[in-house]
């Protein structure tokens, strides 16, 4: 079991990055290993993934079999997330500031302390404001000699990460990862039976993490549900407004679920830590001076909540689109594979009642949703705006 | 201030609690506590402090009596943020208040801290209510109430030009009314109110959407200009014509009938319920949908996708005035 394990069903990838580790672990840096890293595939194809089994391997003090031995102290600090030359930026808000950059840009500096390499890795480097970029861009243009930076984003698209940050990195391209091999992984890995992971592999669109997910939680299986009957459902203007209602609802639930609890508790160490609660004299003062922070805490706790509840609706939003897209494909008889099998009557229903136009024109509003969504428009307002589209056709 | 002078001094209660949170009308029920201290007894020290400021005993130093006995008035601030133990002993020393001493307690009047102000009331306090004033027949009665009290009168237009001119601040409100008043002379009508207040003061977004949705052309393009030119923001007004275009749409989508049974149906106040059935008549099923996208899209554009936000809420407005016809 070695870290490439984790990478699921990226084959060429790995014997890139594969190669360029065993250069970077022997002491000839030579071509192989480079100093800055794009990731690019799409969302589930483990960008992030890579990237970290990369900077395991990297850091692998036991190479001898080649690096990336999964089982030394360096591979298992990395993926715990606890080496100290590894550097992770996980954005959960909804952009990765300035900031954030400049503090991580003052760290690239630094030679490794026990790694042999000082590694930075950016999930997500598409969300880096114009400012954050500029100032990763000029620790990436003269990088210290013995620093790594691994960025990762949806595609190499100047929409996604700054045409000068992407000159300057060689990029690593995944590509969706087949069924099979996903449906391998969650058998091997999470212990699911064989049929499980096949339908979930199946229905995952190439995400593992959203494959994992619909095979081991039942709240993900029942939203895929309800969100897949929508189509069909939508008959009248009424339905227009309850089901985008139910969309929405769904959405606010499910981030609410993931994001609730971690805010509360993190709430309450920061005025523990402030002073709050002490009584004398200064207290109240106390109390008001740490108001700042809990206003900073608050604004980061929303920009986070109103992520997770966007991508929860953008992974509803993707599966609606994958349901107009199968019954396009059902009424040309393309031979492709579809994005849910499991709903082949449903798809074949809309197909016959349906023109191909008007589906067509169904995916366009779905696909515009979305784009809405990341121009910051409500939720509600352009949910329900779409569903009026689906129901007109 | 004369007829006081003149009647033998009336001490104020040794209690006072003022509750609410219009601030003027709270300076003004404080600063005539303070003023009626003073005809009592000219040399009365006024001290003026935030409750959450206090700290445990300074309460009872302050209330302590002097060693000449000359009055003291004691205004405490923002009473419904004091802390447990400040509210306790305020509660404690309104059970025995000292001779020659006035507290004024200052509370929001809302649930925080509503344990102190019932405790005050039931102590026998001088309670004197401050609601926020929100409504538009409040307003014009303190404007009727400020002309009055300037010895004047005011007709009805006048007080409709004055609040549409002036806006909704009450400070700006007093001030105009006693400014008319001064320059003015009879009662003051409309025509008094236009010399010297032109333009409105206030236009917000969802007087922009009710005249779209009332199909009004030009009075929406007028209000919309209005609303740009004082500083409404972009993204308020495309919020209310999607807040109005959708009632207007789930309403509609609903089937009609009574208005308290839809109003809990659709989660929104019934008042609301029945303008939307009102606003509806104008409106067909297509026509909707397509101001839906609308409305959907100039959200997107105020923020930040077209150049010009004000020209997208023009485009927006003519849009969805078209799309009523249909």
Same mark, same amino acid.
Request: proline residues 4%; neutral net charge; glycine residues 10%.
């Given at each position: 079991?070695?870290?490439?394990?984790a990478v699921?069903?990226?084959?060429? $990838?790995?014997r890139v990055?594969h190669a360029a580790?065993v250069?970077g672990t022997?002491d000839?840096a030579g071509?192989?290993m480079t100093?800055a890293?794009l990731?690019?595939?799409?969302?589930g194809?483990g960008?992030s993934?890579?990237?970290?089994a990369f900077?395991?391997?990297?850091?692998?003090?036991?190479p001898a079999?080649?690096?990336?031995?999964?089982?030394?102290?360096g591979?298992? =600090?990395v993926?715990?997330?606890?080496h100290?030359?590894? #550097?992770e930026?996980?954005?959960?808000?909804?952009?990765?500031?300035v900031?954030?950059?400049?503090?991580l840009?003052?760290?690239?500096?630094?030679?490794p302390s026990t790694?042999r390499?000082?590694v930075?890795l950016?999930?997500?480097?598409?969300?880096l =404001?114009?400012g954050?970029g500029?100032?990763?861009? &000029?620790?990436?243009e003269?990088?210290?000699?013995?620093?790594?930076?691994?960025l990762?984003?949806?595609s190499? !698209?100047p929409?996604?990460?700054a045409?000068?940050?992407?000159s300057?990195?060689r990029?690593v391209?995944?590509r969706?990862?087949?069924a099979?091999?996903?449906a391998?992984?969650l058998?091997?890995?999470?212990?699911?039976?064989?049929d499980?992971a096949?339908?979930a592999?199946s229905v995952?669109?190439?995400?593992?993490?959203r494959a994992?997910?619909l095979?081991?939680?039942?709240?993900?299986?029942s &939203?895929?549900?309800a969100?897949? #009957?929508?189509?069909?459902?939508?008959?009248?203007q009424g339905d +227009?407004f309850?089901?985008a209602d139910?969309?929405v609802?769904?959405?606010?639930?499910? $981030?609410?679920?993931?994001?609730?609890g971690?805010? $509360?508790?993190?709430?309450?160490?920061?005025?523990?830590?402030?002073?709050g609660?002490?009584t004398?004299?200064?207290?109240?003062?106390a109390?008001?001076?740490?108001?700042?922070?809990?206003?900073?805490?608050?604004?980061r706790q929303?920009?986070?909540?109103t992520?997770?509840?966007?991508?929860?609706?953008?992974r *509803?939003?993707?599966?609606?689109?994958?349901?107009?897209?199968?019954?396009?494909a059902?009424?040309?008889r393309a031979?492709v594979?579809?994005?849910?099998p499991?709903?082949?009557?449903?798809?074949?229903?809309?197909?016959a009642?349906?023109s191909p136009?008007s589906?067509?024109?169904?995916l366009e509003a779905?696909?515009?949703?979305?784009?809405?969504?990341?121009l910051?428009?409500?939720p509600?307002i352009? /949910?329900?705006?779409?569903a009026?589209?689906?129901?007109q056709? | 201030m004369? %007829?006081? $002078?003149?009647?033998p001094?009336?001490?104020?209660?040794?209690?006072?609690?003022?509750l609410?949170d @219009?601030?003027?009308?709270?300076?003004?029920?404080v600063q005539?506590v303070?003023?009626?201290a003073?005809?009592?007894?000219?040399?009365?020290e006024?001290?003026?402090?935030?409750?959450?400021?206090?700290a445990?005993?300074?309460?009872?130093?302050? +209330?302590?009596?002097s060693?000449?006995?000359?009055?003291?008035?004691?205004?405490? !601030?923002?009473?419904?943020e004091?802390?447990?133990?400040?509210a306790e002993?305020i509660?404690?020393y309104?059970r025995t208040p000292?001779?020659?001493?006035?507290?004024? +307690?200052?509370?929001a009047?809302?649930?925080r801290?509503?344990?102190?102000?019932?405790?005050?009331r039931?102590?026998?306090?001088?309670? =004197? @209510?401050?609601p926020r004033?929100?409504?538009?027949?409040d307003?014009?009665?303190?404007?009727?109430?400020?002309?009055r009290?300037?010895?004047?009168?005011?007709t009805?237009?006048?007080v409709t030009?004055?609040?549409d %001119?002036?806006?909704?601040?009450?400070?700006e409100l007093?001030?105009?009314?006693?400014q008319?008043?001064?320059d003015?002379?009879?009662?003051?009508?409309e *025509?008094a109110?236009?010399?010297? !207040?032109?333009g409105?003061?206030?236009v917000?977004g969802?007087s922009? *959407?009710e005249?779209?949705m009332?199909?009004?052309r030009?009075? %929406?393009?007028? =209000?919309?200009?209005?609303?740009?030119?004082l500083?409404?923001?972009?993204?308020? /007004?495309?919020?209310a014509?999607?807040?109005?275009?959708r009632? /207007?749409?789930r309403?509609?989508?609903?089937?009609g009938g009574?208005?308290?049974?839809?109003?809990?149906?659709l989660?929104?106040?019934?008042w609301?319920?029945k303008?939307?059935t009102?606003?509806s008549?104008?409106?067909?099923?297509d026509?909707l949908?397509?101001?839906?996208?609308v409305?959907?899209?100039?959200?997107a554009?105020?923020k930040?996708?077209?150049?010009?936000?004000?020209?997208?809420?023009e &485009?927006?407005?003519?849009a969805l005035c078209?799309?009523?016809?249909?």
């Amino acid at each position: 079991m070695n870290v490439w394990d984790a990478v699921v069903g990226q084959d060429e $990838a790995v014997r890139v990055l594969h190669a360029a580790a065993v250069a970077g672990t022997s002491d000839d840096a030579g071509g192989a290993m480079t100093h800055a890293w794009l990731f690019t595939g799409p969302p589930g194809s483990g960008r992030s993934v890579a990237a970290r089994a990369f900077a395991a391997a990297l850091q692998c003090t036991d190479p001898a079999a080649g690096p990336g031995c999964g089982h030394c102290a360096g591979c298992h =600090t990395v993926l715990a997330g606890t080496h100290a030359d590894v #550097r992770e930026v996980v954005p959960e808000g909804l952009s990765i500031g300035v900031k954030d950059m400049r503090d991580l840009v003052a760290g690239a500096a630094r030679r490794p302390s026990t790694g042999r390499w000082q590694v930075l890795l950016i999930e997500d480097a598409d969300r880096l =404001t114009e400012g954050a970029g500029n100032a990763l861009l &000029r620790a990436v243009e003269e990088p210290p000699p013995r620093t790594v930076f691994l960025l990762c984003a949806p595609s190499d !698209h100047p929409d996604d990460i700054a045409v000068t940050l992407r000159s300057r990195c060689r990029g690593v391209a995944l590509r969706t990862p087949p069924a099979q091999a996903i449906a391998g992984v969650l058998a091997r890995r999470d212990g699911l039976d064989r049929d499980t992971a096949a339908w979930a592999a199946s229905v995952s669109g190439g995400h593992v993490g959203r494959a994992r997910r619909l095979a081991t939680d039942a709240d993900a299986r029942s &939203r895929r549900e309800a969100v897949l #009957r929508m189509p069909m459902a939508l008959r009248t203007q009424g339905d +227009v407004f309850a089901l985008a209602d139910e969309l929405v609802a769904a959405a606010e639930a499910e $981030a609410t679920g993931l994001t609730a609890g971690r805010d $509360a508790a993190e709430t309450e160490e920061l005025e523990t830590a402030l002073g709050g609660g002490g009584t004398g004299r200064g207290a109240a003062a106390a109390a008001r001076g740490a108001k700042g922070a809990i206003k900073d805490l608050e604004k980061r706790q929303k920009s986070r909540a109103t992520r997770s509840q966007r991508d929860a609706l953008d992974r *509803a939003l993707v599966d609606l689109a994958g349901f107009y897209r199968d019954a396009l494909a059902s009424a040309w008889r393309a031979p492709v594979a579809l994005t849910h099998p499991d709903r082949n009557a449903d798809v074949a229903t809309a197909a016959a009642k349906w023109s191909p136009e008007s589906l067509l024109r169904r995916l366009e509003a779905v696909l515009a949703c979305r784009e809405a969504l990341e121009l910051n428009v409500k939720p509600r307002i352009a /949910v329900e705006a779409m569903a009026s589209a689906l129901q007109q056709g | 201030m004369s %007829a006081a $002078a003149a009647s033998p001094p009336v001490r104020p209660q040794p209690l006072c609690l003022v509750l609410g949170d @219009e601030d003027l009308l709270v300076e003004r029920a404080v600063q005539a506590v303070v003023d009626s201290a003073r005809a009592a007894d000219p040399e009365t020290e006024v001290r003026t402090l935030r409750a959450t400021d206090l700290a445990a005993g300074e309460l009872a130093e302050l +209330v302590s009596p002097s060693l000449f006995a000359e009055g003291r008035v004691i205004v405490l !601030h923002a009473a419904h943020e004091a802390g447990k133990d400040t509210a306790e002993a305020i509660l404690d020393y309104a059970r025995t208040p000292a001779e020659g001493i006035v507290l004024v +307690v200052v509370h929001a009047g809302g649930n925080r801290g509503k344990a102190l102000a019932d405790g005050l009331r039931k102590a026998d306090a001088a309670v =004197t @209510e401050c609601p926020r004033i929100t409504r538009f027949e409040d307003r014009a009665a303190f404007v009727r109430e400020e002309v009055r009290g300037s010895g004047r009168r005011i007709t009805a237009d006048a007080v409709t030009a004055l609040l549409d %001119a002036v806006g909704s601040d009450l400070r700006e409100l007093a001030a105009a009314a006693g400014q008319l008043a001064g320059d003015t002379t009879g009662t003051l009508d409309e *025509a008094a109110v236009r010399r010297y !207040h032109r333009g409105r003061a206030e236009v917000t977004g969802f007087s922009v *959407a009710e005249k779209v949705m009332a199909g009004d052309r030009a009075g %929406a393009l007028e =209000t919309l200009r209005w609303a740009l030119q004082l500083g409404v923001p972009h993204v308020l /007004v495309a919020d209310a014509l999607a807040d109005a275009v959708r009632t /207007v749409a789930r309403v509609s989508a609903s089937g009609g009938g009574d208005p308290y049974r839809l109003a809990g149906q659709l989660g929104m106040p019934p008042w609301k319920v029945k303008k939307a059935t009102a606003q509806s008549r104008g409106w067909q099923a297509d026509g909707l949908a397509s101001a839906m996208q609308v409305v959907a899209g100039v959200n997107a554009d105020v923020k930040g996708v077209a150049a010009d936000g004000g020209y997208a809420l023009e &485009r927006a407005v003519l849009a969805l005035c078209s799309a009523r016809r249909r």
